[in-house]
């Protein structure tokens, strides 16, 4: 394995590029709030050249948004990277981003859910921890952020030390081991739908002996189970040391229990595709489309306790 790069840990007063590298936010003055959020909690942002274009369902061209990827990992004066938002396109500028010039110059890169395709590229192509996280449309600039989820990212981007279990000041009502035991590895993952979108690609990341977490939102129970059918068939669950699984807001069946054929849940999906896996598998993680959402950081060592319910970061993302 090639040495893992762990980027400089942030600390207050640092400058924080704020970029759009899928689509647009609907509201155009969430960027001026994400820059207002930034500076409230003390530091100084720097918006993208092309962070408030748009092209179509994107934030911009294709050349757009891969150009503010590179300026901001270029730009010294810029310490971290965070994402506007996720929705869609992240996929289309992989093969535009010269990842020698990403190796050289790393720092802090942090999104969810769309963003998960640049999780995978920058662990596959540069060796970069990065960081599941929540972003600043909706999450990190929101009034009634969470002290969890604020104080999860900032332990995890700031402190140069193990952030331990994710579960830290989280009831754990929603948390269910679906098989015991425990595990450790390198953590890969994120959205589960980019996941699958990945495999068979040269951005695909290597999920061998790792801790695989996963999450999706609006999926409804049948295409959930086609998105685990599909890592099953590829052979995906077969290779990790355990799996980790967030909340998953689904769209249940709407004709579930309403004629007299069966239908499933999207929980039962999870727990009849994982439960025969002979890894740990915890499903329930405070992660996802949630306001609890713990950040992850991808890349770094973590341990998942299938006896107790937690994923435990056990090595620090930053340096």
Partial sequence: MK???KPKRLEFGDTVGIIAPASAPQDPQAVERAAAALEKFGFKPKLAKHVRARHGF??????ERAADVMQMFTDKKVK??????????????????????????PKIFSGF????SLHCVLMKHVNLVSFHAPMLNGGLQAKDLPEFTRHAFFRTVMEPKAAGGICAGYDKKTVAILRGGVATGRLIGG????????????????????????????????RLDRLLTQFQNAGIFAQV??????????????DANKTGEYRQSGADVVNERLSALRVP?????????IDLNATIPVGAKATLDGDTGDLIITEAAVS
Avoid at 281 to 289: C, I, Q, S, Y
């Fill in 3 to 5: 040495t893992l790069i």
């Fill in 58 to 63: 994107l934030a911009g061209s294709d050349a």
């Fill in 80 to 105: 971290a990277i965070i994402c506007l938002r996720g929705g869609y396109g992240s996929a289309r500028i992989l093969d535009r981003l010269d990842y020698n010039v990403i190796r050289r110059n």
């Fill in 113 to 116: 859910s769309d963003i998960t």
């Fill in 191 to 222: 959205n589960l739908s980019l996941l699958c979108a990945s495999l068979g690609t040269p951005f695909a990341p290597s999920f061998k002996d790792k801790i695989l977490f996963f999450e999706d939102v609006s999926e409804k129970p049948y």
């Fill in 241 to 254: 040391a355990g799996v980790a699984v967030g909340i998953n807001r689904t769209d249940e069946d709407p």
């Fill in 281 to 289: 598998v915890v499903t329930g993680l405070p992660f996802g489309h």
